[in-house]
């Protein structure tokens, strides 16, 4: 569970034991070296203290001081004893084996803990009470106000997610903005913090900034009213020319080359660098942005942005690559910039594509082209958005047989750079769930009642201010029945796994382990829940039955670890109707028929998936190989790079995955007929 309540102890790193105020002859001994002090009397030294390693350094205030008896060992063999020289520190802590010189201004009002190395600055200060970044309020999706989302230290982008959208409840949202505020006041001080085993070099200024453990700070422009939630887990990088103001960046992440962050929260193992820009934006796990910009936006989890051309603006994302030139409008030059969108998770913009907001597009969508109409199509996931003559062409279920779509999901979890042990973000990164699905049924309810309205022999359908044609109507029927198909079968043969000795053994098994599940599914910014458990979270904080911040975490962690309970909850309800049988009556031969069609379904998605891949090395895909040779040079040249297509390692697990579920199959039906 994440428990991060002492996240920013303010507890002295040299503690109350031993610490007595200097000798005489100590005194004298600063005094010898260039150091100078408004009060002597006011200096206090741990065991261990020696006057050896301080020199030039001006005391003023309350200060405390560790040993100096370590020597810190740089890239490249430099080695530098620990001590203070030519500084200013003023109402300072500073820990055992610590190295602070060449301060041009000063240090006011920090407890520096031990191990940490700060070289060549101007100034690092407190001035104010300050909660460090804690309750700052991010202006998400609308600039223009009225989604704000309080940032701090805890912030997961389910609470996010729950704090921008669900407005509607009022109640709700006072209570959550109660808690952060009522965490944010109790970790505000007039002292900052910074953490043991941090190292600063070469920085313009930190003020009213709290740095944890083991963080790297280098070349850093100025950072102000923010936390650097780094640990020895996770250690976060800042790097040079970074500017950021009202922030909070958490464990894992990597903030460098002249970003510029301007009331952001950045999440765990977060990389943004070459120049990024960002205001009143949230970026959750394992986001990446470089080179362009972002202004009110949310990335959930593994949102990712390269390109300098790119602008996201007031949307909302997870699991998004934005494509070169990316753009968004979210306003007509009327009300201003209050327009905002949604592309559901696993989205794809390609190159040089435009959304004209308010829009909502659906899970796993690709967008090309400009699409200057607002559609919604949630419940046409998985398919192509495409510009032609100035109209949105939808192909629902295209994405379906791409080759990049599988890949992408697989890529997803092998991606997760946190090693952090307190995860704030909970994510289930299957591409085929409850929630995919149930868009699904929807989507082929839709597309039936498109023929039945308009005939099945019309040439163009119109859904959403988008057009659909015919042949993409029926090919986006029978994609999404297989991936029906072939969900509900995974379901069923999970559950059924060595449990098939008895009829009545398979009955047992095949009732669910708990009623909840049932009904829609929501995507909380990463993590898939039934609507009833969105619900008991919502209830449970109105109520004040969930009244801190890390109970909110830890309901939706549990709730996340009960995933595939929930789950077959929600497949077994539509097997049932689906395939139109109950538990009291189903049989093996039941049974056999759903993994028939199963396997059916599996191996002709992969089969498709197969020739999707073939595409990649056709003759087309080997254009500007070889290019001063022969055919066959061009050939050679392009196996050299890209590799060939039989040893392709995403091609050979696809021929492997096949063999193993049409092997699968064979084995739940031979136990069928054996009962």
């Known amino acids: 569970m994440n428990n991060m309540d002492d996240t920013h102890s303010a507890k002295s790193p040299l503690g109350d034991l031993g610490v007595r105020k200097l000798t005489t002859e100590e005194i004298a001994a600063l005094e010898a070296q260039s150091c100078r002090a408004s009060d002597w009397n006011a200096i206090e030294v741990a065991p261990g203290f020696d006057t050896s390693h301080i020199s030039n350094v001006t005391f003023s205030g309350n200060i405390k001081l560790g040993k100096f008896d370590s020597i810190f060992t740089f890239s490249g063999g430099i080695q530098k004893h620990s001590g203070l020289h030519y500084a200013t520190l003023h109402n300072c802590e500073v820990g055992d084996n610590v190295l602070i010189e060449n301060v041009q201004n000063y240090i006011a009002n920090y407890k520096i803990g031990n191990n940490t190395f700060i070289q060549n600055i101007d100034r690092i200060l407190v ?175 593994y949102t990712v942005t390269h390109h300098k051309s790119t602008l996201l603006i007031a949307g909302m994302f997870s699991f998004m690559n934005a494509g070169s030139g990316s753009n968004q409008s979210n306003h007509m030059y009327k009300l201003g910039p209050i327009h905002q969108g949604i592309i559901e998770r696993g989205g794809k913009t390609a190159s040089d594509s435009y959304i004209l907001w308010p829009a909502k597009i659906g899970a796993f969508s690709l967008i090309m082209g400009r699409h200057y109409r607002n559609s919604d199509t949630s419940d046409m996931p998985f398919s192509y958005l495409i510009e032609s003559n100035d109209e949105t062409v939808l192909v629902p279920g295209a994405n379906l047989k791409s080759v990049g779509t599988i890949r992408d999901a697989q890529k997803f979890p092998k991606r997760d750079k946190r090693k952090d042990p307190n995860k704030l973000d909970q994510i289930n990164f299957n591409l085929l769930s409850p929630y995919t699905v149930q868009k699904m049924f929807n989507g082929v309810k839709i597309l039936k009642g498109l023929q039945e309205h308009c005939g099945k022999t019309s040439e163009t359908y119109t859904y959403q201010s988008c057009k659909i044609n015919n042949s993409s109507l029926r090919k986006g029927l029978d994609l999404y029945n297989k991936a029906i198909r072939k969900f509900l079968g995974n ?185």
Not at 147 to 153: F, M
Not at 256 to 262: A, F, R, V
Not at 507 to 517: E, F, I, Q
Not at 566 to 589: F, G, N, R, V
């Open 491 to 675: 379901s069923l043969i999970s559950r059924l796994e060595n449990h098939t000795t008895s009829i009545e053994d398979i009955r047992n098994r095949l009732k669910p382990d708990t009623g909840l599940g049932l009904g829609r599914w929501r995507d909380i910014a990463g993590v898939l829940m039934p609507e009833q458990i969105v619900g008991e979270l919502l209830n449970g904080i109105e109520s004040g039955n969930i009244s801190k911040l890390k109970e909110i975490n830890a309901f939706i962690e549990e709730a996340h670890a009960n995933y595939y309970s929930y789950e077959w909850t929600w497949a077994w309800d539509k097997i049932q109707s689906y395939y139109k049988l109950s538990l009291e009556t189903i049989t093996p031969a039941d049974i056999i028929s759903i993994v028939e069609d199963w396997k059916e379904a599996v191996v002709s998605l992969d089969k498709i998936l197969y020739e999707d891949a073939k595409k990649e090395f056709s003759l087309n895909a080997q254009t500007g190989f070889g290019a001063d040779g022969s055919n066959d040079e061009q050939r050679q040249d392009f196996e050299q790079v890209r590799g060939n297509f039989e040893k392709n390692t995403f091609v050979a697990s696809l021929l492997q995955h096949i063999e193993k579920k049409t092997n699968l199959g064979n084995k739940v039906i031979n136990e069928m007929k054996e009962i």
């Open 127 to 301: 001035d104010r009470k300050s909660t460090f970044g804690n309750g700052i309020e991010v202006a998400v999706l609308n600039e223009t106000g009225g989604r704000e989302v309080k940032i701090n230290d805890k912030l997961s982008a389910h609470v996010a997610y729950i704090l921008a959208l669900y407005r509607h409840r009022p109640e709700l949202i006072a209570k959550l903005n109660g808690m952060i505020d009522f965490y944010s006041q109790k970790h505000a001080s007039e002292t900052g913090t910074i953490g043991d085993h941090v190292h600063i070099t070469n920085l313009g200024l930190i003020r009213n900034v709290r740095v944890g453990n083991n963080a790297q700070i280098d070349g850093a422009c100025r950072l102000e009213n923010g936390s650097i939630n780094s640990n020895e887990y996770d250690p976060v990088r800042i790097g040079y020319g970074v500017i950021a103001e009202d922030f909070i960046i958490c464990s894992g992440s990597k903030v460098e080359d002249g970003t510029m962050l301007t009331r952001c929260f950045v999440g765990q193992s977060c990389q943004l660098g070459h120049g990024y820009s960002a205001g009143d934006s949230l970026f959750f796990s394992n986001c990446q942005g470089e080179n362009g910009e972002a202004c009110a936006i949310f990335a959930g989890p």
